[in-house]
């Protein structure tokens, strides 16, 4: 006795947002019931279930109320018979039986999520219930993606440019408005500008991109209705230095290359949870009292941010999928004799009696003066 989900292999999962965030994306999927014997039951129900978990319990003693730190939504449910409608009993006969079913996934969902502090997570579940005996279940994870590409058609090819002024330091920072986690580059520009270039001058320039979730409980399943926000801040690819030799020159123009990997989450906004990311420049100038005979110095450091927009793909290919590589499993390796035998033949070594010949060699004489 079995029960499976399968799910069409076409389905990408990628959500194509819309500024009205109307729309749905279709979901396709076959259900495998394969049984011994007869079996009676009220039908079989598929269901597609997204649920949110929020967990702020972190730092928060034993002895205080942590009911304002947990919280569960759900956020879709919905449900269908495949086989019966649930309300009287009917018989499945012995053997192999497929079931396929269709659901429409609104795109306003996010998209899943998974940290320490919240969870975002779609699930496809079947269930056949049996008199006196188990229910018969099966489980599979749905992984959906936020593609914003619809709503913000315009931003594909736009940058942000900004420009300021920072106790001394003025700045001018051009990046890409939107950017993909799938490989996606970041291109990353800027200027800066001390206003005495012979006191002071760029000691370090550091570069990253910076990534913000905060956690938010509403309070409703709070015994006092407290509610909690936690913010959490991280540099999914680390900090880049960038090489500012000869900085006195001003001003002096930056760029540097950051790739995104799938690992950063893609910008969401919900109640509870929101996702937002920043390139971050921490700089860091080092300024000299000329007029003072200790020569003392001083440092400032700098901070700049510029929100970018992280989104998914449409697609992971451009165009169809690429076949699979053509290597068969009884292949044989790769032959290398054919490329040693066209190396050139080695060169011809002298004999132990040739070598032991006197022969010219060039004398190094090395005088060092004290």
């Known amino acids: 006795m079995k029960l499976d989900i399968q799910i069409d292999p076409n389905f990408t999962g990628t959500l194509q947002d819309s ?14 019931l394969e049984i011994d014997k007869p079996m009676k039951t009220k039908g079989l129900m598929v269901q597609f279930m997204g649920i949110l978990k929020i967990d702020v319990r972190r730092g928060i003693t034993l002895k205080a109320d942590v ?12 449900r269908l018979y495949v086989a019966g409608d649930g309300s009287y009993n009917s018989v499945i006969p012995a053997g192999s039986h497929q079931y396929p079913f269709t659901f429409h996934i609104p795109i306003s969902l996010p998209p899943s999520f998974q940290t320490d502090r919240g969870n975002i997570s779609y699930t496809l579940r079947a269930t056949a219930p049996r008199t006196l005996l188990s229910d018969l279940t099966a489980e599979k994870p749905v992984s959906l993606r936020k593609c914003m590409t619809r709503g913000l058609s315009s931003l594909l090819n736009s940058r942000e440019h900004i420009e300021g002024y920072q106790d001394g330091l003025a700045f001018a920072v051009s990046t890409p408005s939107i950017v993909f986690r799938e490989g996606g580059q970041l291109n990353l520009a800027f200027s800066l500008s001390l206003p005495d270039v012979r006191n002071c001058k760029i000691k370090s320039i550091d570069c990253g991109l910076k990534e913000s979730i905060i956690y938010r409980t509403s309070g409703s399943k709070s015994l006092h209705r407290e509610t909690r926000q936690v913010s959490d801040t991280s540099f999914p690819l680390g ?32 109640k509870l949870l929101k996702v937002r990311h920043y390139v971050h420049l921490l700089v860091s100038a080092e300024r000299w009292d000329g007029r003072s005979s200790r ?47 066209q190396l050139p033949p080695a060169p011809p070594y002298k004999s132990q009696e040739d070598a032991a010949e006197p022969s010219d060699f060039v004398n190094l004489n090395v005088h060092t003066s004290t």
Not at 23 to 30: A, H, I, K, P, S
Not at 67 to 78: Q, T, Y
Not at 242 to 256: E, G, L, M, V
């Open 295 to 341: 020569n003392v110095t001083f440092t400032k450091r700098y901070k700049i941010e510029v929100p970018v927009i992280v989104s998914s793909k449409e697609s992971f290919w451009d165009g169809q999928m690429p076949p699979p590589p053509a290597y068969s499993r009884h292949e044989m390796p790769p032959c290398y004799v054919d490329s040693v035998t």
């Open 67 to 78: 009911s304002d730190a947990i919280e569960r939504r759900l956020l879709v449910d919905e």
């Open 19 to 32: 500024p009205e965030h109307q729309g749905t994306t279709r979901l396709d999927g076959v259900c495998h």
């Open 239 to 270: 900090m880049q230095n960038i090489d500012c030799y000869n900085s006195h020159h001003t001003p002096r123009s930056y760029d540097a290359d950051l790739r995104l990997i799938p690992k950063i989450h893609t910008d969401m906004s919900t």
